[in-house]
Antibody, heavy 122, light 107 residues
Framework: QVLLVQSGAEVKKPGASVKVSCKAS????????IHWVRQAPGQGLEWMGW????????KYTRSFQGRVTLTWDTSSTTAHMEVHTLQSDDTAVFYC???????????????WGQGTLVTVSS | DIQMTQSPSSLSASIGDRVTLTCRAS??????LNWYQQKPGRAPNLLIY???NLQGGVPSRFRGSGSETDFTLTISSLQPEDFATYYC?????????FGQGTKLEIK
């Protein structure tokens, strides 16, 4: 079955970086984009960007452009999201999710990781 | 960027009620609209994609409709497990923005 398993919770100081991983299994890793979504405590879902493991293409939302890097490791079928220059308002749960292209309907996020809590505190 | 606006922000209802949640896009998105359900402490779960296609395993009491800029999610007879927060998302063009959510609570 399709599984996305994320790395564990992190505590970081302001100004530091954090890298969250998302291990995919149960499907052909190259065939599906991986998206990342942020959810601050008590808040809604915020789309961050996606990576295409086959082509290397990435897309970021404007607010994260230049501060977030999405990468992947083919050999381990793992996607990574790195946030640089963390601020206290980056404290959030970060999710990875697989995009199902659903041709003829609409691309959608059909499988999600369990989420990784990143706490930014001095 | 396309803005997604959901209403209401919260809704109280009883078991067995029929409820309708709405989602409006700031510009045309065709039928590129998805709905997710999220329960506290859990990852979101895909309910409906492409406006009206039910994801596998989702009960038939969930129904999506709409097109262009205005969309609805209807739950025909609320069950205890339906009390959660619901998000719409457009996937017409990046960034694939979410609405702010509708929290469905037990009356």
């Amino acid at each position: 079955q399709v599984l996305l398993v994320q790395s564990g919770a992190e505590v970081k100081k302001p100004g530091a970086s954090v890298k969250v991983s998302c291990k995919a299994s149960g499907y052909t890793f190259f065939d599906y984009h991986i998206h990342w979504v942020r959810q601050a405590p008590g808040q809604g879902l915020e789309w961050m960007g996606w990576v295409n493991p086959r082509t290397g293409d990435t897309k970021y939302t404007r607010s994260f452009q230049g501060r977030v890097t999405l990468t992947w490791d083919t050999s381990s079928t793992t996607a990574h999201m790195e946030v640089h220059t963390l601020q206290s308002d980056d404290t959030a749960v970060f999710y990875c999710a697989r995009e199902n292209p659903s041709v003829g309907a609409s691309p959608n996020l059909d499988f999600w990781g369990q989420g990784t809590l990143v706490t930014v505190s001095s | 960027d396309i803005q997604m606006t959901q209403s209401p922000s919260s809704l109280s209802a009883s078991i067995g009620d029929r409820v309708t949640l709405t989602c409006r896009a700031s510009q045309y998105i065709g039928i590129y609209l998805n709905w997710y359900q999220q329960k506290p402490g859990r990852a979101p779960n895909l309910l409906i994609y492409g406006t009206y296609n039910l994801q596998g395993g989702v009960p038939s009491r969930f129904r999506g409709s709409g097109s262009e800029t205005d969309f609805t999610l209807t739950i025909s007879s609320l069950q205890p497990e339906d009390f959660a927060t619901y998000y719409c998302q457009q996937s017409y063009s990046p960034p694939h923005t979410f609405g702010q959510g509708t929290k469905l609570e037990i009356k």
